[in-house]
């Protein structure tokens, strides 16, 4: 009932009407895509409660997988780090680029790298930082930061980027043609993969079996950032470990299809060793996820692979956009990871939901968002970030739901408040805004039910 930081954004979001009717309409379509791509596979629900297991028995085993994953990648030649938190993780990566000089890493898509803080670092400490993903690299052109996990730039209209690329890249004035915009910046690219001393990917999966790491994009950008640098950094959070290639195989088909609607992602790219003469690094982080592990009510967030699919699904995050949320993941699953992450810090966010449960039902991995929304909101009194009006209007309904008399007898009157002007019958402006009273009958049910005014209908009536 009070305006928190999502309800005073999202109110900004949706000043420009057009704009936030293309973010619901945009998102939307990817979600029917969804729908019909898991539709194909007659099996989808049975990998769906598969898929969820598997990820049940990696983080309740991430010791033995973690270990077996670190073993089999050492011996394929790779060299192995472990991260306690984001600065462990930002000295490591300095550390190898330092080592080998590098003035220039090229990245593809990372949310760890985002939530490490990671680029404005390594740019501090004097090296060029190029993100490749197409997205990211508008936002990075842009001095913004990711808006969706999947289509970072998805709030930005093609005519917002062909403005931007006509500054930052100098490409034709008033050309906003996505092909001729995608050519320029792949041209833009080609010279940062050329001349890169070093590539950064992201981990999709890690194969406990075979050591190996798996990196899913639509651009081949991550292929092209480490075939040229003979540096190969990969950065993993420690619940992307997976036991092995019959496990994978149940995520890439569900990755893709829950992610944009296709049917695999274009580029799925093992990396097992280092190139020839190179060298390939893993670094491991934990950053609060063996925390989560010890949280019973919370642990299935760690289920999650990133797909985006609750954002797609969600009536709030469609309507309210990805900078709504005060956590740099948005959506259902940003909502509880920011609270894992600091419970007081991201209450904000926690409203951001109308318990519509569809997050619940598109979730390749069955994590139950919504549920655990609900419970973060049940817990909001103990944090100290109730809403104090909300507990005043709860403590009277609580007193007059248990006083039947005085219950009765408010039922008797409540049709007066049809003749109420509504502002004084709510009283409250956050309620009053985009909601419609119920119009309220003369006599309630249980008077006209005591009175036999109900007509009992027959089975054969109905």
């Avoid at 092209?224 to 149940?250: F, N, Q, Y």
């Avoid at 805004?433 to 119009?439: A, F, I, V």
Wanted: charged share 25%; hydrophobic share 35%.
């Amino acid at each position: 009932m009070m305006s928190t930081q999502h309800s005073i954004a999202a109110e900004k979001f949706q000043e420009d009407k057009k704009q936030a009717s293309w973010h619901n309409e945009t998102l939307w379509f990817v979600r029917e895509k969804r729908d019909r791509m898991s539709k194909s596979l007659p099996e989808w629900e049975e990998l769906r409660t598969i898929a969820e297991k598997i990820k049940l028995h990696s983080v309740s085993n991430l010791d033995i997988y973690l270990e077996e994953f670190s073993k089999n990648a050492e011996a394929n030649g790779v060299i192995v780090h472990w991260a306690k938190d984001a600065k462990e993780h930002n000295d490591i990566v300095y550390d190898i680029l330092s080592k080998h000089k590098v003035k220039k890493l090229v990245k593809s898509k990372s949310m760890l790298t985002e939530e490490c803080h990671l680029n404005p670092y390594l740019i501090d400490k004097g090296i060029d930082v190029i993100e490749s993903d197409l997205g990211e690299r508008i936002l990075q052109l842009n001095h913004t930061a990711p808006s969706h996990i999947v289509m970072p730039a998805i709030h930005m209209t093609r005519q917002e980027v062909g403005e931007l690329f006509e500054e930052k890249l100098h490409t034709e004035k008033g050309n906003s043609d996505p092909t001729y915009l995608t050519r320029a910046a792949r041209a833009s690219l080609r010279n940062d993969f050329l001349t890169a001393d070093a590539g950064m990917t992201g981990v999709n999966f890690a194969v406990a079996s075979t050591g190996e790491i798996v990196v899913c994009t639509n651009e081949g950008n991550a292929d092209m950032g480490t075939s040229l640098p003979d540096l190969h950094i990969a950065v993993m959070g420690m619940e992307k470990v997976i036991p092995d290639h019959e496990a994978l195989s149940v995520y890439t088909r569900l990755l893709a299809r829950s992610a944009t609607g296709q049917p695999v992602t274009t580029y799925t790219s093992h990396f097992k060793k280092p190139k020839k003469g190179g060298e390939m690094h893993v670094i491991i982080v934990d950053n609060g996820r063996s925390e989560i592990l010890t949280n019973n009510e919370h642990i299935k967030s760690l289920n999650c692979i990133r797909c985006g699919a609750c954002m797609n699904t969600c009536p709030v995050y469609r309507r309210s956009g990805g900078y709504s949320y005060t956590y740099f993941i948005p959506g259902p699953i940003g909502i509880n990871l920011g609270m894992l992450k600091d419970p007081h810090k991201y209450t904000d966010n926690v409203s951001a939901c109308s318990l519509c449960y569809s997050c619940n039902n598109v979730c390749p991995v069955k994590i139950d968002l919504a549920d655990q929304i609900y419970e973060w909101r049940q817990n909001l009194d103990s944090l100290g970030a109730a809403s104090s009006s909300k507990k005043m209007i709860s403590l009277g309904m609580q007193f007059l739901f248990t006083h039947p008399t005085l219950f009765n007898t408010s039922l008797k009157f409540t049709s007066l408040i049809n003749w109420v002007p509504r502002s004084m019958a709510f009283g409250l402006k956050e309620w009053e805004e985009g909601r419609s009273l119920p119009k309220f009958a003369k006599e309630s049910f249980t008077s006209m039910w005591k009175k036999g005014k109900i007509k009992t209908i027959k089975k054969d009536e109905q």
